[in-house]
């Protein structure tokens, strides 16, 4: 065995999966994880729980699977995280526990994340369940947001004992989990067994309910629940306010992400409304953009990705990148668009972009982007979809007095996830503004021992 090269990891091939909304990757087989599991080196101070927001025990599970008892792995990850199949599948491991592998200073890190995936199917695969639902301590809390935040926050609630109640604005729990991410990064079936084993924990989902609409944040507390976590995200998507914005066929991914996602468009026997044309351009570099962008594929566009630096600062996986490509997505890089122009009829007819140059680092550390004067080129494009990041909805802000915010329309809260209005906590996107899927996790997990502490703090 190689110690120092990971075991590959099989996938559909390109040429067929960019047609199709089956999931790309396949994972490890029993044998393929067990011997990946074997390059672990079990080491005695583990720096890889260093990068893992929710702090799995790692080599313990990896030393599980070596041993072929998957069942003991998942144990000993359901210790500590609710969504193992979701993190397996969709978090950045290669930045977080993987960056931190010793192997990494000779050769390829342990592949924790695909092992972690193994382990979640293997249990969901052969239906192997041992939840145990807690007797209840009598006391209510609620929930706002059946994201990753708030359904590892009301995991941890439920093994305590409390009787959670999770409020979720559409029609199914799992936030962008379902409405965000595509079927072929990660499938909806997956999350609907995450969500099924927080039922059995005892937790309750109501769906269609729009907190600050159909009823506020103090009047949960008005209807007996003591404490209230806000795990809202950011789904307020930004535009670059340039001319031709409001023509027919700008999206926003959001837009584009939640139509196909909720409305089946991956599925043959639905007739989803999304008409992506012949020619998509999708504005923005991040992950949501590479979603967008193999979407539209996947709905028979010639998808041109437009990015304003070069491929080294573009903050999508680089997994994520190496798929798009792949899969016959043209990227455009050092690139800006300027202006979008229409037809007579008002749909979009070409977008209009401007070269770039990189100068100094701006506050994010990267180089800023500076325009080329004259360079000036156009792209015949049918749709136009804008990934340029997300905001908070001020909506909860704006109809809780006493919950402060700041400038950016994120909720303000402590360390411990506790914001300016007595017993109401939040983390995850509310807070920090779009981030990933493992942090929201770990900022639920976070909030949820802070409202144990509030709550056990006062008197029932």
């Keep these: 065995m190689d110690r120092f090269t990971r075991v590959p990891v099989r996938e559909q091939p390109a040429d067929l999966r960019n047609k199709n909304f089956d999931e790309v990757c396949y994972g490890y087989d029993k044998e393929e994880a067990m011997k990946e599991a074997a390059r672990c080196l079990k080491c005695k101070v583990p720096q890889c729980r260093k990068g893992c927001?929710?702090?799995?025990?790692?080599?313990?599970?990896?030393?599980?699977?070596?041993?072929?008892d998957p069942v003991n792995a998942a144990k000993i990850i359901g210790e500590y995280s609710a969504l193992p199949a979701v993190c397996g599948r969709v978090c950045p491991q290669e930045n977080q526990?993987?960056?931190?592998?010793?192997?990494?200073?000779?050769?390829?890190?342990v592949s924790i994340g695909k092992l972690e995936r193994y382990v979640a199917d293997y249990t969901r695969e052969y239906h192997i369940d041992f939840t145990e639902k807690v007797p209840s301590n009598g006391r209510k809390v609620a929930v706002v947001g059946a994201g990753p935040a708030g359904l590892t926050c009301a995991g941890e609630l439920a093994k305590e004992g409390y009787e959670?109640?999770?409020f979720e604005a559409l029609q199914e729990p799992g936030g962008v989990l379902v409405y965000g991410i595509p079927e072929f990064r990660l499938p909806d079936r997956v999350v609907r067994s995450e969500v099924e084993n927080l039922k059995k924990l005892g937790v309750n989902f109501e769906t269609n309910v729009i907190i600050g609409r159909t009823i506020t944040v103090d009047e949960l507390f008005e209807e007996g629940f003591e404490s209230v976590f806000l795990g809202t995200g950011a789904?307020?998507?930004?535009?670059?306010?340039?001319?031709g914005e409001n023509l027919n066929g700008v999206f926003s991914a959001n837009e584009l992400l939640t139509r196909a996602n909720l409305m089946k468009a991956f599925d043959p026997d639905y007739d989803t409304p999304v008409k992506v044309g012949e020619t998509t351009a999708i504005i923005g570099g991040g992950n949501?953009?590479?979603?967008?962008?193999?979407?539209?594929?996947?709905l028979g566009a010639d998808v041109n990705v437009i990015y304003r630096r070069t491929e080294k600062e573009l903050p999508a996986r680089v997994e994520e990148v190496h798929h798009a490509k792949e899969e016959g997505i043209q990227f455009h890089l050092l690139s800006n668009p300027i202006a979008i122009h229409g037809d007579e009829d008002g749909w979009v007819k070409e977008i209009e972009c401007?070269?770039?140059e990189l100068g100094e680092p701006d506050e994010s550390g990267r180089r800023r982007p500076i325009p080329i004067e004259g360079s000036e080129?156009?792209?015949?494009?049918?749709t136009v979809v804008m990934a340029l990041g997300t905001s908070p909805n001020p909506l909860i802000a704006s109809t809780t007095p006493g919950l402060e915010t700041n400038q950016w329309d994120c909720i303000v809260a402590d360390e411990k996830g506790e914001t300016t209005h007595p017993g109401v906590?939040?983390?995850?996107?509310a807070v920090t503004g779009a981030a990933t899927v493992i942090l929201a996790m770990g900022a639920g997990k976070t909030a949820a021992a802070g409202m144990i502490d509030y709550l056990e703090s006062k008197e029932k």
Excluded at 288 to 294: L, P
């Design 377 to 382: 080129f156009r792209i015949k494009v049918d």
């Design 97 to 109: 526990c993987e960056k931190y592998c010793v192997l990494n200073r000779r050769g390829d890190s």
């Design 164 to 166: 959670v109640t999770v």
């Design 235 to 243: 789904g307020l998507p930004r535009f670059m306010n340039i001319p």
């Design 53 to 68: 927001p929710v702090n799995i025990d790692i080599p313990k599970f990896i030393k599980a699977i070596e041993e072929d």
């Design 288 to 298: 949501v953009a590479m979603d967008a962008a193999r979407v539209s594929k996947r």
């Design 425 to 429: 906590f939040s983390g995850g996107d």
């Design 354 to 356: 401007i070269k770039m």
